[in-house]
Structure formats: structure tokens, C-alpha cells
């Protein structure tokens, strides 16, 4: 089934055309990389499937609904790039994993038992046992973002966002970070979008790639997005891109 | 226990304690909401509602609560357009409202009227029907509060993260300021319009201080506004002092304790 349907978006926000005429199609269960210099309109393109940026309805159908149905239902779990969070706001890691199930309780009803058994589960599935009782607004960025992924994932989602979420990791822990999502892709079936500047990372991990800036430059097989022109008319000219894949693209291309 | 045999006493006692669980759930939301100069505008422009219930003859704290209300979701609408800043709205709405009310009650030539009351609080004053008025109202908002509770956490946690959730942020966030706005309006009583913001933010402010999670900051909150009601009442009589006054005092007092310990 396709999980994305996207037809002729274009995004203009206080007067400023952010997005235009983007087409791009994606099937259930697909690892999505979306790359593209800052201010080139990645986030805007999040919230327009998310719905948190209204676009006419007919541009954005996500399996086959209205953002605003998928809203209603529970489809997205999301990881936005900033919290902009206090630091001593009053709760911790599990509350927070917790809070990932509201949605779903309704007024008047608080988390049950089982469902803190739940948030426990996912913290310990993204590697943090143990820091449940963690004041969250004292983590550090990288396990504030784990623990912002178990709760986009407890209320099983069927697509997960994510923007920029290496942010704040060092390199070594960014890659035990895709890889992370990578298990999660496989085992709950998850479609999965997420935004990086870093397209040398992202590479190695994703099924597709996206390369924008306002407009779709690209979107195919993420080997095919290292291709010179490609990122010449994504980023300008000049630019020299380091690659943490398997496939060494430098000597491919001196191969060439 | 002899203070407790008048019945301006009683009363003062049971709308205090009505009051004090109010402002405890109430502040504990405007500090994690940072709307405290919010609160302060609201309960100034409350001054305007005042004096249209003088001019009318009408109940000063219902034209109030009206009033109030429309400021706070003035501010609101004004602000949430972007074009001018919500501190910019609260301004405006603040210091045109109490200049409604000198002029409406200039225009009244009613100089009996308990002005200083209004501004000052006049809890040893409050007559049953005033209490009655109080506890209801009181019931009414904890329980919106209690009905939204954990949603308005979240969405004061991030807003778009709720929405992608599936809660109705807007609804929640409305709710929020009407309930705001009356709680503040039936404060007024208690402490008056001058030191309403007081009750409405110092005790979520010691019990963030203290609490490193939701529920027992909520506990302490709501701890420290009742402490200080009953402690500030019994002073206050003990050494002929104004209520609403000491109240505020002894609140401010346990603040820069909290923030003493905190700090260590």
C-alpha cells in the first residue's frame, strides 16, 4: 500500500514560497531520507504531512486519508527537532513516554497500570533501562531524542517523523542511532521519514532518498543522490561531501 | 481554636481554603505555561468589571468574571495574530481597563463604594452567599481542570506534539484561560486585584522548585497556597493585620525559601 501520496505540494507561508510543486510517492514500510541545505523548506514538508501546516487537502494523502483523519487516529508519531523545553519542567523520562498514550486515553482517564508498563517496555527497547525516574529536562540531547522516539512509537504509529534527530549525538552514537531505527523499521513494519542535513550518514541507511530545496531535486535510490550533479544543484557548487557508507563514492566516481 | 467561634471567621476559613486549592492547581499551570503576566493583566483589567457592576447595580464580581473573561480571550485572539506581542496585548488591555474603571466610578458619584476592598481584598468581609458563590465556582474549575488535566500537561509540554497526538489543543488551551480568568476574578475576594497574581503564581513557583515531577509538584503547590491562606488568616488576626497582605507575605516568604534550598 502507499504510504505517502504527495501531488503537486507547494507551500507559501507569510508571503514566502517555502515548497513547490513537489510530487513524490512512497510505499508502507519504506525508510525515507530527506536531505537538503538549511532553509530549504524540510520541516515545512514534515508539517505538511503531519498536518500541522495546512495545505489544500487533495496534496497530501497519507495512506490513502486526509492528514486531518490520520491526526484523529493516531497514525504519526513524531520527533520534532527542537523541545524548546525548561529545563526543570516537572517530569520524567517515563513520564514523558507515557504522555506518548494520551492521545488515545481521552478526558478524565489517566494512565493505567499497564499502560506505564508499556512506556517502560519502550524505554528499554531504545536502550535506556534504567532512567526511567530521570528528570527529562536534564538529559542530554542525545537521550532526551531516545527517549522522544519512545514516546512517538508507544502509541504504535504507522509512519514515524523525525527531523534532524542526530542533532546533539556525536558521530559514533549517530550511527548506533540509524541503526536503531533501522531495527525498528523491520520489526513493527514502520514506515519511516526522517530529515537530516547529513546526507553522507543517511545514505547508508535509508531505502529512498529525497534531496529538496523548495523544490523535489531528486528522489530515488540513495546511491543515486551522491551523484555530482545531483548535489551541485542542491547545494551550490564547491562542494566536497564525505561519505560513511560501505561503497566508497570517491573512488566510484574516479572509477568513472 | 477561639478565633474559629466568630462567623466572619468561619467564613473567611472556608472560602480561604476553597481558594487556596483553586490557586494551587491553577499556578502550577501558569509557571509551566510562563502566562503569569497573563494573570497579572486579567486581574487588573478586573478593575473595569468592577466598576461596571457599580454603575450598574449589578454584582461587581459577575460583571467581573464577564469582563474578564472577554480580556483574556482578547489578549489572546490580538496576540495569536503575530502582529503585536501577547506582553505588547496584556499591556493595553491592563491599564485602558483600570481607566475604565476611574472613570465609571468617577461618573457613579458613588464614593461609598468599597474600592479598597476590590484592590486589597476584604476576605474577613465575605458574606454566605459570597461563600457559596465561591465554593461553587471552585468545585466547577477543578473539575475542567481535573476533566483536562493531563492533556493541558501535554500540550504545555509541546504543543505540536499533542496535536500530532490527536488532543484538541485549541479547546484545551481555552479552557485553560477561562478557567484562569474566573479563578482569578473569585481571588479577588480573597487577596484583591493588586495581589491576585501573587496566588496565582508564587505557589507553583516554590513547588517547581522543589518537585522534579508533575504530580508532587501539583501536591506542594496546592500545600503551599493552603499554608499560607490559614497562617496568613490566623496572623492577621492575632496582630490586627490586613489578610490578603500578610497572605502574600508569608507566600513570598516560603518562595525565597525554596529558592535557598533549590539553589544548593
Redesign the interface.
Known amino acids: 500500500m502507499v504510504a505517502l501520496e504527495i501531488r503537486e505540494l507547494s507551500v507559501t507561508l507569510s508571503g514566502k514560497e517555502i515548497l513547490k510543486d513537489i510530487n513524490l510517492s512512497l510505499e508502507e514500510g519504506k525508510f525515507l531520507g530527506i536531505v537538503g541545505p538549511n532553509g530549504s523548506g524540510k520541516t515545512t514538508f514534515l508539517k505538511s504531512i503531519?498536518?500541522?501546516i495546512k495545505p489544500l487537502a487533495e496534496m497530501v494523502r497519507v495512506l490513502g486519508k486526509s492528514s486531518e483523519e490520520c491526526?484523529?487516529?493516531?497514525v504519526?508519531?513524531?520527533v520534532?527537532q527542537h523541545?524548546?523545553?525548561?529545563i526543570?519542567?516537572?517530569?520524567?523520562a517515563i513520564?514523558?513516554v507515557t504522555?506518548?498514550l494520551?492521545?488515545?486515553?481521552g478526558?478524565?482517564r489517566?494512565?493505567s497500570k499497564k499502560d506505564k508498563e508499556k512506556a517502560s517496555e519502550y524505554i528499554e527497547l531504545i536502550g535506556m533501562s534504567g532512567h526511567e525516574n530521570f528528570?527529562f529536562g536534564e538529559m542530554s540531547g542525545g537521550e532526551q531524542q531516545r527517549i522522544s522516539i519512545a514516546?512517538a512509537l508507544v502509541?504504535n504509529p504507522k509512519i514515524l517523523i523525525l527531523d534532524e534527530p542526530s542533532t546533539g549525538i556525536d558521530v559514533v552514537g549517530q550511527e548506533d542511532f540509524y541503526h536503531l531505527l533501522k531495527g525498528f523499521q523491520k520489526r513493527f513494519g514502520l514506515t519511516i521519514i526522517m530529515v537530516s542535513h547529513d546526507i553522507g550518514a543517511v545514505t547508508a541507511y535509508v531505502d529512498e532518498i529525497a534531496c529538496l530545496n523548495k523544490i523535489l531535486y531528486y528522489h530515488g535510490a540513495p546511491l543515486g543522490a551522491l551523484d555530482e550533479n545531483v548535489l551541485e544543484r542542491l547545494y551550490g557548487k564547491n562542494v566536497d561531501i564525505l561519505i560513511h557508507s560501505d561503497v566508497c563514492d570517491k573512488c566510484e566516481r574516479l572509477r568513472k | 481554636m477561639e478565633i474559629l467561634s466568630y462567623g466572619f471567621m468561619q467564613r473567611a476559613v472556608v472560602t480561604g481554603i476553597a481558594i487556596s486549592m483553586l490557586a494551587g492547581v491553577i499556578s502550577v499551570f501558569v509557571v509551566?505555561r510562563r502566562v503569569s503576566f497573563v494573570g497579572s493583566g486579567i486581574s487588573h483589567a478586573a478593575f473595569g468589571g468592577v466598576a461596571i457592576g457599580f454603575l450598574a447595580g449589578v454584582n461587581p464580581v459577575i460583571t467581573a468574571m464577564i469582563y474578564s473573561i472577554l480580556v483574556a480571550f482578547g489578549i489572546e485572539k490580538i496576540s495569536s495574530k503575530g502582529r503585536v506581542a501577547e506582553d505588547t496585548a496584556i499591556g493595553v488591555f491592563f491599564s485602558s481597563s483600570m481607566a475604565l474603571g476611574i472613570v465609571l466610578i468617577s461618573l457613579s458619584k458613588n464614593y461609598n463604594v468599597d474600592l479598597f476592598g476590590y484592590l486589597f481584598g476584604s476576605i474577613l468581609a465575605i458574606s454566605e452567599s459570597e461563600m457559596w458563590l465561591t465554593i461553587a465556582a471552585t468545585v466547577v474549575i477543578l473539575a475542567v481542570i481535573?476533566?483536562?488535566m493531563?492533556?493541558l500537561?501535554?500540550t504545555t509540554?509541546?504543543e505540536?506534539?499533542?496535536?500530532?497526538?490527536?488532543?484538541p489543543t485549541r479547546l484545551i488551551k481555552s479552557l485553560f484561560l477561562l478557567s484562569m480568568a474566573v479563578a482569578i476574578v473569585i481571588s479577588i475576594k480573597v487577596v484583591g486585584i493588586i495581589l491576585v497574581s501573587a496566588l496565582l503564581v508564587i505557589p507553583g513557583a516554590v513547588a517547581?522548585l522543589l518537585?522534579?515531577?508533575?504530580y508532587?509538584?501539583m501536591l506542594m503547590s496546592c500545600a503551599v497556597a493552603l499554608f499560607s491562606t490559614i497562617a496568613g488568616l490566623y496572623l492577621s488576626y492575632q496582630f490586627d493585620l490586613s489578610p490578603g497582605g500578610t497572605i502574600v507575605l508569608i507566600i513570598t516568604a516560603l518562595f525565597f525559601a525554596a529558592f535557598l534550598r533549590a539553589r544548593k
Do not use: C, T
Open positions: 503531519l498536518g500541522l491526526l484523529r487516529e493516531g504519526f508519531g513524531y520534532p523541545l524548546n523545553l525548561d526543570h519542567f516537572p517530569a520524567r513520564d514523558v504522555m506518548g494520551y492521545g488515545r486515553l478526558f478524565f489517566w494512565p528528570p514516546r502509541s | 509551566l481535573m476533566m483536562i493531563k492533556e500537561l501535554f509540554f509541546n505540536e506534539l499533542a496535536i500530532v497526538s490527536g488532543i517547581q518537585s522534579r515531577s508533575f508532587p509538584m
